[in-house]
């Protein structure tokens, strides 16, 4: 299938505030053949981000984040705070290297000396319009750590140092709930060793 077999018929918006909600009307070619009946899905608009794992190969450790997260508080499961990795939203006239570099310092404090793709993708296009550019970085991560964010964004980010052995405990315990985090990390398990070679 191609961008060919899909129609769109109308769009309007629901909802503007701090994010977007909008309603699409659309058909589609069907794989046994013909066209859909025309049907309506409601989609949450996000800009395009960029996530990126910061990693020291010399000390064999990642620096993550905790913050709270309104639609973790939403789903009704405990605790609203996440263990994530660095993450934001792809400004106008950055690329996605730019705001991997520039998220760093906004919300870890960290100066990516290298920086490497790992993977891109839409992690809810169910209902969702995101799409991921994810990295790796390579930082020092002496002295970091201690609390970031932006006033004006209400951020509040606990960033802390550690050991990868124990970040992937941590994952293969359930403990890590964001997708992005945890293809982050299980990425790192496959690459750890080929990294410390390279940036070290």
């Known amino acids: 299938m191609t961008d060919e077999d899909a ?8 909802y503007k505030g701090f994010f977007e909600m909008a309603l ?18 409601e989609v ?10 910061l990693y020291d190969p010399g000390r064999d450790s990642v620096v993550q984040i905790e913050q709270f997260r309104a639609g973790k508080m ?5 605790n609203p705070w996440m263990v994530e990795i660095v993450a934001g939203i792809i400004e106008p006239g950055e690329t996605a290297e730019d705001m991997a570099h520039r998220e760093a310092m906004e919300e870890a404090g960290c100066a990516i000396l290298d920086l490497e793709p790992i993977v891109n993708f839409y992690p809810s ?3 969702c319009s995101e799409f991921v550019y994810m990295y790796c970085g390579r930082v020092d991560s002496a002295g970091v750590g201690g609390i970031h964010g ?5 951020e509040d980010i606990r960033v802390f140092v550690e ?11 359930g403990e890590i ?7 982050g990390l299980q990425w790192l398990s496959l690459n750890r060793d080929r990294l410390r070679a390279t940036w070290t």
């Open 7 to 14: 129609e769109l018929l109308d769009r309007s918006i629901l």
């Open 24 to 41: 699409y009307t659309i058909r589609h070619r069907l794989f046994a053949g013909g066209m859909s009946p025309s049907f309506t899905r």
């Open 44 to 53: 949450f608009m996000r800009p395009p981000v960029a996530a990126v794992l």
């Open 74 to 78: 939403a789903s009704g499961r405990p």
């Open 125 to 127: 296009p169910g209902g």
């Open 150 to 154: 932006l006033d004006n964004e209400n």
């Open 163 to 173: 050991k990868t052995d124990d970040a992937l405990a941590s994952l293969a315990n």
């Open 177 to 183: 709930e964001s997708s992005i985090a945890i293809i």
